[in-house]
């Protein structure tokens, strides 16, 4: 006589959810350039010019890698062209600092962003989820799953709030390296805290007996 155990809900788990957003080697690898950056701008007597072509070149070779290891090219160009705006504007404007001045932005509007969508009822982390899912709209039609998204989503406003913060004030005291240790400190140690504590957020509001993110009940 065969046994068959009682499959537990699978509600939310920190690495099955860190696997689903892309991980943390996409933040690990937004950390080099800036890194690169401040390196060259301190060897060389604070160049911004050595500084941004430091930068690109370490962009260029991390994109070549990540090519070679199946990285989707549109991953990678997106990459190649976020630093190559940090460049160019670093580059114009001859204030070290503004290497930093995209990151700052982008943050900003992605806190707006993640805002909207949540008072919207299309919470972003959702969004995410069921794209990489292939769950098309059907998570939406869960209303605790819905809840639950919008509830977790406040985690990575925090987040985006929490850089915005940091960043903008050590951009106005123009701290330069100050700026490139935060850049590092607030990338994939943030990321993966948001990451858990979205995927404790999920366990604690879905119900007990849901069966989790992959399996939406509309």
Known sequence: MQVHEKKEPDIAQPESLARL??????????????????????????????????????????????????????????????????????????????????????NAASALAWIVSIVVRWPLL?????????QGGRWRRDPA???????????????YVVRVA???????ANAVVALGIARVALSWPLVAGCVAVSAWILARVLPSDHPGFRSPQA
């Not at 990540?66 to 404007?93: C, D, F, H, K």
Request: glycine share 12%; aromatic share 10%.
């Open 145 to 159: 799953l819905l809840r639950a998204y919008a509830t977790a989503s406040w985690v990575w406003v925090g987040q």
């Open 166 to 172: 940091v960043l903008g004030s050590l951009y106005l």
């Open 21 to 106: 957003l892309g991980g943390w080697r996409a933040s690990t690898d937004a950390t080099l350039p800036p890194v690169a950056f401040v390196a060259a701008w301190l060897l060389t007597g604070h160049s911004v010019a050595w500084g941004a072509v430091a930068a690109f070149g370490v962009s260029v070779l991390l994109g070549v890698y990540r090519l070679l290891r199946g990285t989707r090219p549109r991953a990678v160009l997106l990459g190649l062209l976020g630093v190559a705006i940090a460049a160019a504007v670093v580059l114009r404007t001859g204030h070290a600092a503004d290497f930093f001045l995209v990151q700052l932005v982008t």
């Open 126 to 134: 959702g969004v995410v989820v069921g794209t990489a899912l292939r």
